[in-house]
């Protein structure tokens, strides 16, 4: 036989906006069955085992799914107080998610948890060579093959500093470690660190974005932590102006003393399609780039 009992009483509820914490509190009177006087101190540790109170970030105690978001919501802490001289224990408890309702969901719920982005713009500092080129940087993967044209510049070193514009992008969603454990999702999106978009991601062109890295960070005391990318646009998609060389190493010359060849060139780096970070949920990703619901 049971030593406990209780009955429970919904406190309030916030249902929160997606970038916040829905939380449910419940006031449960717990009484021993015996109707003897409980020792707070003592027997909490009973009361937990015996499925009283909750352990932390267990769930909700719903029947199923079909509770709207509650079905996501954990235990995560409780304060107790002595009621009737001792002989019945109310207890706060408190249950949370970040889980929030899609409001485009029809005859099925969709559930979503926080996901943003940010832009910073920049710049970088270019060394030119040449000015009024004729060929611009090039828009595919591929470095250019000829040289671009325009007007070589004159002075002490022919060369000169001007300012691409750049966009720093940040994009952060949160993830359920219940769902997909932190260590796996490290390794799952370790690839596209240091790579460069083959297709459109945000407005931005193919081959104009590069992904400087991703980190993971826990929310600390739930179940969930934001993975964090970090993107870099470049007005002239990283392409830098290189001036051709020989093979003593000094830059290649006309017989008019300007130099004879420059090609736009970047670093190479692996193409990979970023829009597979949403892993085809157009809704998440329209709430991560756009900023609003489809």
């Known amino acids: 036989m049971p030593t406990y009992s209780f009955t429970d009483q919904v406190l309030d509820q916030t249902t929160a906006n997606l970038a916040g914490e829905s939380i449910i509190t419940i006031r449960r009177t717990i009484v021993r069955t015996d109707g003897a006087v409980i020792n707070l101190v003592n027997e909490t540790e009973a009361i937990v085992t015996e499925n009283v109170l909750p352990i932390q970030d267990e769930s909700y105690p719903v029947a199923g799914s079909g509770y709207s978001w509650a079905q996501y919501a954990r235990a995560r802490g409780y304060t107790l107080s002595l009621l009737q001289g001792g002989t019945a224990i109310s207890a706060d408890i408190r249950f949370s998610t970040r889980y929030v309702v899609n409001p485009n969901s029809t005859a099925t719920v969709l559930y979503m948890l926080p996901a943003h982005t940010s832009y910073v713009t920049t710049a970088r500092t270019m060394q030119i060579f040449r000015v009024a080129w004729t060929t611009n940087p090039p828009t595919t993967a591929s470095n250019s093959s000829a040289d671009i044209g325009g007007t070589s510049l004159t002075g002490a070193d022919g060369s000169q500093s001007m300012q691409v514009g750049q966009v720093r992008v940040r994009l952060v969603a949160m993830q359920d470690a219940s769902v997909t454990g932190m260590s796996a999702?490290?390794?799952?999106?370790?690839?596209?660190?240091?790579?460069?978009n083959?297709?459109?991601?945000?407005?931005?062109?193919?081959?104009?974005?590069?992904?400087?890295?991703?980190s993971l960070e826990k929310d600390p005391g739930t179940e969930f932590y934001s993975v964090t990318f970090e993107f870099l646009f470049d007005r002239y998609y990283h392409f830098s102006q290189v001036a051709t060389v020989d093979a003593d190493g000094r830059p290649r010359m006309t017989t008019g003393g300007a130099l004879s060849e420059v090609k736009w060139q970047r670093l190479p780096r692996t193409a990979t399609d970023f829009n597979n970070i949403f892993a085809g949920d157009l809704e998440l990703k329209a709430m991560a780039l756009d900023g609003w619901w489809l």
Not at 185 to 196: C, E, K, N
Not at 203 to 213: D, K, Q, V
């Open 185 to 196: 999702a490290a390794a799952s999106l370790s690839s596209y660190g240091g790579t460069i």
């Open 198 to 214: 083959s297709a459109t991601f945000g407005g931005f062109p193919a081959y104009s974005l590069i992904c400087e890295g991703v």
